[in-house]
């Protein structure tokens, strides 16, 4: 396990995990959403974030740790990762994960990718909501990934599939040194 994308429902907790992850694995951790996002929350185009991920992969040879859902850049990803760990837990718990992540990031004024910062007004009255986006795209992922990673693209890979929190911490601990 040298090579390891985190993938998830936004607010499942892929980001933290990524990183305690590439701490144990002592491989460094990419997060696409940092990648993604430039300033003001200006998307980077389909081909310089393409390269941006190949880049960050080919400074990495001995291994990393990805977390994101990016389908423009699985092509690029799953064909070099050994490993996928799906956090699939319930709407209730990915839903309020990431409405108080929200609200901790606004009340801290906590800055993001690029300099970006969470904006309430966005999150509860804009179409662009996170946590609308969560709404929308649970139930996508719940049947998209499986039938994805029963595909050819995927064989290759170990996939972990871990439905609550506490089964992931206990994986984490066990492959802990």
């Known amino acids: 396990m040298r090579r390891v994308v985190v993938v998830g429902t ?4 892929k980001s933290t995990l990524a990183r305690q992850l590439a701490k144990v694995l002592s491989v460094p951790h990419i997060e696409l959403d940092e ?6 929350w200006t998307v980077t185009s389909t081909p310089r974030f393409r390269d941006k991920v190949t880049a960050a992969m080919d400074a990495s040879p001995g291994g990393w740790i990805m ?12 064909p070099r990762a050994d490993t996928i760990v799906w ?13 108080l992540r929200t609200l901790r990031r606004w009340w801290n004024d906590e800055q993001l990718w ?5 904006r309430l007004w966005t999150q509860f009255c804009s ?3 996170l946590l609308l986006w969560v709404i929308n795209t649970w139930r996508l992922r719940r049947r998209e990934y499986p039938k994805m990673f029963g595909s ?5 890979m170990r996939v972990l599939r871990f439905r609550t929190p506490g ?6 601990r066990r492959i802990s040194p």
């Open 127 to 129: 179409k662009d909501s």
């Open 67 to 78: 977390c994101g859902n990016y389908r423009i850049a699985r092509d690029l990803i799953y």
């Open 114 to 118: 690029n300099g970006n910062h969470e």
């Open 167 to 172: 089964a992931t911490e206990r994986w984490l």
């Open 152 to 156: 050819d693209e995927c064989r290759h």
């Open 10 to 13: 936004s607010g499942s907790g």
């Open 35 to 40: 990648l993604y996002w430039g300033p003001n």
């Open 87 to 99: 956090l699939d837990y319930p709407m209730r718990e990915v839903f309020t994960r990431c409405l």
